[in-house]
C-alpha cells in the first residue's frame, strides 16, 4: 500500500508565503507525474500544478507566477511554494500521483489534503 501525506497548510495573511510538501511511503518503485489539487468550499477540486518525472511542470493560470512546483525523487517528496497568496487561495490541497507499484503496474493515489486559509 502507498501513502501519500501532505503537511505545510495552515492559516496566513494576505501576500504571505506557504510552502506545502507531499510525502509519499509505501511500496514504490517510482512515481511518474506528480499533481497538486485544491477544493475550495462549494466548488469543484481543480488542478493548481503539476510536474512530470523528468521535472516538465505546469501551473494553473490563478496560480501562475506566484508558485513553484518541485519534487525530489530520491526521496519521492513533492513541494509546491505558493507566494503573494490571495484569499482565493483558500482551499483543501490535495496530492495526487501515479506511482508505479510493481513492473509495469501503475496506481493513483490521493493524498487526505491539508487547509489553507488565507485571511487577514
Known amino acids: 500500500q502507498v501513502r501519500l501525506v501532505e503537511s505545510g497548510g495552515g492559516l496566513v495573511q494576505p501576500g504571505g508565503s506557504l510552502r506545502l510538501s507531499c510525502a509519499a511511503s509505501?511500496?514504490?518503485?517510482?512515481?511518474?507525474?506528480m499533481d497538486w489539487y485544491r477544493q475550495a468550499p462549494g466548488k469543484g477540486r481543480e488542478l493548481v500544478a503539476g510536474?512530470?518525472?523528468?521535472?516538465?511542470?505546469n501551473y494553473a493560470d490563478s496560480v501562475k507566477g506566484r508558485s513553484a512546483i518541485s519534487r525530489d525523487n530520491a526521496e519521492n517528496i513533492m513541494y509546491l511554494q505558493m507566494n503573494s497568496l490571495k484569499p482565493e487561495d483558500t482551499a483543501v490541497y490535495y496530492c495526487?500521483?501515479?506511482?508505479?507499484?510493481?513492473?509495469?503496474?501503475?496506481?493513483?493515489?490521493w493524498g487526505q489534503g491539508t487547509q489553507v486559509t488565507v485571511s487577514s
Open positions: 495526487n500521483a501515479d506511482v508505479v507499484v510493481r513492473a509495469r503496474i501503475t496506481v493513483n493515489y
Open positions: 510536474i512530470t518525472s523528468g521535472g516538465i511542470t
Open positions: 509505501g511500496v514504490i518503485f517510482s512515481i511518474n507525474d
